[in-house]
């Protein structure tokens, strides 16, 4: 393992993927799948007890998404990707919440519109009975 200040400086360059091995990702699978890996925060064995970091273990992340190289090891390449991944699909669901929220608001528009015309029609109608009285 690399000492943290080698680690923010390991730039991921030049990383393409094979020819032919290449699959588009479901993002709100991701996302779903992501809300399921526990998040904790810890020290590592190579700080002090009083340094925490926040994320998820190695583990947990591998048996959601079976990525990387093993279970016990973490690659940033794929938590970021994961990231991404799961902002995407929180973004299509909100993009589909922002629809229906707008055909629901129209077709509320509408029955509204309906209401106060029978309202309207139904005033009209007591008060033709009551000068008819």
Same mark, same amino acid.
């Given at each position: 393992?690399?000492? *943290? /200040?080698?680690?923010?400086?390991?730039?991921? #360059?030049?990383? /393409?993927?094979?020819?032919?091995? =290449?699959?588009?990702? !479901?993002?709100? %699978?991701?996302? $779903?799948?992501?809300?399921?890996?526990?998040?904790?925060?810890?020290?590592?064995?190579? %700080? %002090? #007890?009083?340094?925490?970091?926040?994320?998820?273990?190695?583990?947990?992340?591998?048996?959601?998404?079976?990525?990387?190289?093993?279970?016990?090891?973490?690659?940033? +390449? !794929?938590? @970021? &990707?994961?990231?991404?991944?799961?902002?995407?699909? +929180?973004?299509?669901?909100? $993009?589909?919440? =922002? @629809?229906? @929220?707008?055909?629901?608001? *129209? =077709? @509320?528009? &509408?029955?509204?519109?309906?209401? %106060?015309?029978?309202?309207? #029609? +139904? *005033? *009209?109608?007591?008060?033709?009975? &009551?000068?008819? /009285?």
């Amino acid at each position: 393992m690399l000492p *943290a /200040r080698q680690q923010r400086r390991l730039e991921l #360059r030049d990383l /393409r993927p094979r020819p032919g091995n =290449q699959e588009i990702v !479901d993002g709100v %699978d991701i996302l $779903q799948r992501l809300s399921q890996v526990p998040i904790s925060t810890w020290s590592t064995t190579h %700080d %002090d #007890r009083t340094v925490r970091h926040i994320g998820p273990q190695a583990p947990d992340l591998y048996a959601a998404f079976g990525l990387g190289e093993d279970e016990q090891s973490l690659s940033a +390449l !794929d938590m @970021n &990707g994961i990231a991404f991944a799961a902002i995407q699909g +929180l973004y299509q669901m909100l $993009q589909e919440a =922002q @629809n229906t @929220n707008q055909a629901l608001a *129209a =077709q @509320n528009a &509408g029955q509204q519109a309906q209401l %106060d015309k029978l309202s309207s #029609r +139904l *005033a *009209a109608l007591e008060q033709a009975l &009551g000068q008819s /009285r």
